[in-house]
């Protein structure tokens, strides 16, 4: 009898140890909703080849290489990029920004694209594999993926990292790293910028993803807008899934009620806009008025104390406006001219060029050379700068090409 009785014991205390242990699993799980109101939607995971705006040879590409050049040289043997240095002092100390160096990665494809040379892609995946452990994602916190910066999440974070998933797809048509697929990085990422919708319109700027997961209500980047709609275009051309467009129109509805801002990341959306699908009459009101502040602030920009990553950003403004203008059929060349005064400025602070007449010797000038220091009164080449640079060189060049035509 007792034979009989043990086996049946046993089995009734395993059914209950794995009942408890189901539970208790269950009940650790952090009971926080999500900042996100919408749900992911099925979405394209294989990319088609990527349609590039040809750029022809223009003396321009030089510079957007020699930035390359500089920042390939910098690399470290893990990928790590240069992110900011002192050119009179050597002094490389900071804190670094995830943001604005996975920014320098999207600038490496971009010059692998324009010098057709592979060892730049070659430099980006490097990086990329560095910068790719620092994306997070946590199902039981927040939805979607974002990238870890600084200890938080921030909403250009995503965008930027979509960008750079896209500049890659531009430079090679693949979304493969080895076996890692980009491409559904860029989906999650994606429904994280989603996520960070406002109810009344535009987006929550940075998550908190420790513990519960909260948004930031008071942390703002006024670029973070533009660029998060930037993104959902690229993911929208990557993956021919409308859901995206119908996001970006949304955000875009939001934005142009908006007082008028130096906006480049919502410049770039708009000429993305007219590229991929139509400009409304008010779309292309509300980039004129744009472009109209970026060259009301010409005569402050070209001062020789002023950044030359401000009027980097003015380049690239100008640029995607210009490219939204030529393919809506509506006049442009009024900003070409505006474009070539700030390009010529921003050229004045690559190195070797300097109009700052700082006094380097020349190993030092070898060693900088192609980097973009920020000011007289700033001697610092920081990587944003040249993402700067690179973007707006670059969309200048595709604006000159489509204006040919």
């Given at each position: 009898?007792?034979?009989?009785?043990?086996?049946?014991?046993?089995?009734?205390?395993?059914?209950?140890?794995?009942?408890?242990?189901?539970?208790?699993?269950?009940?650790?799980?952090?009971?926080?909703?999500?900042?996100a109101l919408p749900?992911?939607?099925?979405?394209?995971?294989?990319?088609?080849?990527?349609?590039?705006?040809?750029?022809g040879d223009d003396p321009l590409k030089r510079p957007i290489i020699a930035a390359g050049d500089y920042l390939v040289r910098h690399q470290l043997a893990n990928g790590e990029l240069p992110y900011q240095v002192n050119i009179l002092t050597n002094d490389r100390s900071s804190t670094p920004s995830n943001i604005r160096l996975m920014g320098g990665v999207s600038a490496l494809y971009t010059?692998?694209?324009?010098?057709?040379?592979?060892?730049?892609?070659?430099?980006?995946d490097r990086a990329l594999e560095h910068y790719l452990p620092n994306l997070l994602a946590d199902e039981s916190r927040f939805k979607g993926t974002c990238l870890y910066s600084n200890g938080a999440c921030p909403l250009g974070g995503a965008a930027v990292s979509i960008d750079t998933i896209y500049k890659r797809w531009q430079a090679t048509?693949?979304?493969?790293?080895?076996?890692?697929?980009?491409?559904?990085?860029a989906v999650n990422l994606g429904y994280f910028i989603v996520s960070m919708r406002k109810p009344e319109g535009g987006f929550y700027h940075s998550f908190d993803p420790h513990f519960e997961g909260t948004v930031n209500p008071g942390y703002v980047d006024p670029t973070f807008n533009g660029e998060g709609a930037a993104a959902l275009l690229q993911l929208y051309e990557m993956t021919g899934n409308e859901f995206w467009l119908e996001q970006a129109r949304d955000i875009n509805d939001f934005m142009t009620a908006q007082p008028v801002t130096e906006d480049a990341g919502h410049s770039h959306?708009?000429?993305?806009?007219?590229?991929?699908?139509?400009?409304?009459?008010?779309?292309?009101?509300?980039?004129?008025?744009?472009?109209?502040?970026?060259?009301?602030?010409?005569?402050?920009?070209?001062n020789p104390a002023n950044s030359s990553v401000a009027t980097a950003a003015k380049i690239e403004a100008l640029s995607s406006i210009a490219q939204a203008f030529v393919l809506s059929g509506e006049d442009h060349e009024w900003l070409d001219r505006e474009i070539r005064t700030f390009v010529t400025f921003v050229q004045a602070r690559q190195l070797p060029a300097n109009d700052c007449a700082f006094d380097l010797p020349g190993d030092q000038l070898k060693n900088y050379k192609g980097g973009l220091f920020g000011s007289c009164d700033d001697p610092g080449i920081r990587i944003d700068g040249l993402q700067r640079w690179v973007n707006g060189l670059t969309l200048y060049l595709e604006y000159k090409n489509l204006a040919e035509k």
């Open positions: 009898m007792r034979k009989r009785i043990l086996p049946i014991l046993l089995i009734i205390l395993f059914v209950m140890l794995a009942a408890t242990l189901w539970l208790g699993t269950d009940s650790f799980k952090p009971k926080a909703e999500p900042t749900s992911p939607v099925p979405t394209t995971i294989s990319a088609h080849a990527p349609e590039v705006i040809p750029l010059v692998c694209r324009i010098a057709e040379n592979s060892s730049y892609c070659e430099a980006g048509g693949n979304v493969l790293l080895h076996d890692h697929d980009l491409l559904a990085d959306a708009l000429a993305m806009f007219a590229r991929l699908d139509e400009l409304s009459g008010k779309d292309e009101a509300y980039a004129k008025d744009i472009a109209d502040l970026v060259i009301a602030g010409q005569v402050r920009s070209l």
